[in-house]
């Protein structure tokens, strides 16, 4: 066991019942308050441990990285020192905030109230991918426009598909969404047209953040990616539909999924989640030898999506879990650099929706409103076949709970703004 994950581990630091945040979870961030410039963080209950402050009191020297790393507005720098040693401090930090610590002696100087921080993206991505890896949501997408009798591809059970999505877009959880223009075809007779998306949708998904990877032409393997994977954050990678139907051939995704992604604040690490792995499904036709893993490389994690009218109580549309993936991170990574790509730190990996077997699991409007044919009924009288200007999409998430720590996320959400 991962020292810093015993969970009989207890903090001087003060943790609500059923934080998403106690010791066992210890995730990164980037913070700021009135008088503390953009450093790196990490959650414990409902408070920030300023790991500037601490490097600084040389508490972290000797562990493989600089006190410089943990003055920077991003976590590139930290990442980019690799797994031994961002597990390290991880572990380091584990022990300065153990009930027995003397730490505690200085709370008021190397604690943060969370609610008075400004939280900010994480990391500076470079390169953002996009998989499309649930088999029950693309065999949702295929039965709705395709062939309900063959829904999935040729290909789609042989390769974890994918696609190059923009970086420079995504953004930290908190920031209005604005409605994205561009052509959209009515129907299949007429002319397309200009205008805002009428159907704005959400996509439930996570998002791994990579340590640096080999040089170029080199690969990464699925035995080796848990070293190049640093953690998970929750991500909502918004779709226009309308705007994707008509310009998704022949090239894939554009104008309808370059507009806006949005990412939670929190990294939880990969250690963190280390109990929570699971197994995967059997994945048939046998897949080649370059994406055959050992052992357990899916993770249990509670997942769920709520629509907040602008008007108030929100209704939640969507309960599902990560481990319903069919395709796993490692054999992700290890598709992604086969053919010698190279990855970088701070670069982020989205999994795809991740819906399950269920229509409460859907993990998109489109299929929840199965196309806008079956509405959502909210607790102010509307309905939702899509989500509406004014609307607050939350996503949030956690490993654990009911006697074993609860391995939490935060939540990350959008509003929708015209």
């Known amino acids: 066991m991962i020292e810093a994950n015993r969970p009989d581990l207890r903090s001087w630091v003060d943790v609500p019942a059923g934080s998403d945040f106690p010791m066992q979870n210890l995730p990164f961030g980037i913070f700021s308050t009135v008088n503390r410039s953009p450093r790196p963080g990490v959650a414990i209950g409902a ?3 300023d790991l500037r402050v601490v490097a600084e009191r040389g508490l972290l020297d000797g562990l493989g990285c ?6 920077k507005a991003t976590l590139n720098t930290f990442i980019g020192r690799g797994k031994k040693v961002t597990r390290t401090v991880r572990n380091r930090l584990s022990e300065l905030l153990r009930e027995d610590s003397s730490l505690a002696e200085d709370a008021a100087s190397v604690l943060v109230e969370q609610a008075e921080a400004t939280l900010h993206l994480p990391v500076q991505i ?42 420079s877009s995504i953004v930290v959880s908190g920031t209005p969404i604005k409605r994205p223009h561009g052509q959209t075809r009515p129907n299949d007779t007429e002319p397309p047209i200009y205008g805002p998306s009428r159907l704005l949708d959400f996509e439930l998904e996570m998002a791994f953040v990579t340590h640096p990877g080999k040089p170029l032409g080199d690969t990464i393997s699925t035995a080796e990616a848990d070293d190049y994977i640093f953690g998970l954050a929750l991500f909502n990678d918004w779709s226009a539909r ?3 139907k008509w310009e998704y051939v022949p090239l894939g995704p554009f104008l309808g999924k370059n507009f806006s992604s949005s990412m939670s604040p929190w990294i939880v690490t990969l250690d963190a989640l280390e109990p929570y792995r699971v197994p995967g499904p059997v994945q048939d036709p046998e897949v080649l030898p370059y994406l055959a893993y050992e052992g357990d490389a899916h993770y249990d994690v ?7 009218p602008e008007s108030g109580e929100g209704k939640t549309v969507c309960q599902s879990n990560f481990k319903h993936m069919y395709w796993n991170m490692h054999q992700q990574l290890a598709h992604h650099t086969v053919n010698g790509c190279n990855i970088r730190s701070g670069d982020v990996m989205a999994s795809g929706t991740i819906s399950g077997p269920k229509p409460g699991s859907f993990g998109s409007m489109l299929e929840i409103s199965w196309r806008g044919t079956q509405p959502v009924q909210m607790p102010d009288g509307s309905e939702r076949k899509f989500i509406l200007d004014g609307d607050t999409v939350r996503i949030a998430g956690f490993a654990g709970g009911a006697g074993r720590p609860r391995i939490g996320f935060g939540k990350v959400d959008g509003r929708v703004v015209g």
Do not use: C
């Not at 088999?135 to 042989?158: Q, S, Y």
């Open 47 to 49: 408070q920030i441990l």
């Open 66 to 71: 600089d006190r410089s790393d943990f003055a």
């Open 126 to 167: 470079g390169d953002y991918t996009d998989f499309y890896s649930s088999e029950d949501h693309a065999r949702n997408v295929g039965k709705m426009f395709r062939d309900p009798d063959n829904a999935l591809l040729p290909n789609w059970k042989h390769i974890p598909v994918g696609y190059h999505g923009r970086a």
């Open 242 to 244: 309308d705007i994707q």
């Open 302 to 308: 509670a997942l769920q999506v709520e629509i907040i």
